[in-house]
């Protein structure tokens, strides 16, 4: 199985899982590089990997997880070139945070039957508290487009 991935909070620690669940192909797509500001919540930032890219920086992780894993790296996911990033991917795990890449891996993931799982979040003026948890509002969305099909599960609903 390939997959795709921004590696930031969210796809940081999807890609870890994958790969430690067996997954050996990745397609790493991310055009930044790691910042003291991400410590608080990038699985892969520390002080010694500050300046450096992410997609290089996760590589090297998922090759001490398992040294078979192969990559394809892209700093950038435009109308021209997503064709190429698609190619060979089994599955998408969309963790964007720009509205038009969401856009356009969305629709091409749709138009070649790639199924996508998404996981977002968008910042709020302030946290809703629910129990004991704060959170910046988001959603997660497992889209399975069969009639019928499909969940959306936001927190603090029940």
Same mark, same amino acid.
């Given at each position: ?22 997954? +050996? ?14 410590? &608080?919540?990038? *699985? $892969? ?8 890219? !992410? ?17 394809? !790296? $892209?700093? %950038?996911?435009?109308?021209? &070139?997503?064709?190429?990033?698609? +190619? ?7 963790? *964007? ?6 856009? %356009?891996?969305?629709?091409? =993931?749709? =138009? /070649? /039957?790639?199924?996508? *799982? ?38 603090? +609903?029940?």
């Amino acid at each position: 199985m390939r997959g795709r991935l921004r590696l930031g909070g969210l796809g940081g620690v999807v890609v870890e899982n994958l790969a430690r669940l067996g997954v +050996e192909s990745f397609v790493l797509v991310d055009h930044g590089t790691f910042e003291p500001t991400n410590s &608080n919540r990038q *699985i $892969y930032s520390f002080t010694d990997t500050n300046g450096r890219l !992410k997609t290089e920086v996760t590589e090297e992780f998922l090759r001490r997880i398992n040294p078979a894993i192969r990559t394809r !790296k $892209y700093l %950038t996911m435009t109308d021209q &070139n997503i064709g190429e990033v698609l +190619e060979g991917v089994d599955a998408v795990a969309l963790s *964007i945070d720009d509205i038009r890449a969401i856009v %356009t891996l969305s629709r091409a =993931a749709r =138009a /070649k /039957k790639i199924p996508l *799982i998404e996981g977002w979040a968008v910042a709020q003026e302030r946290p809703r508290f629910h129990g004991r948890h704060a959170h910046s509002g988001g959603s997660l969305r497992f889209a399975d487009h069969r009639p019928g099909r499909g969940e959306h599960f936001r927190p603090g +609903e029940p």
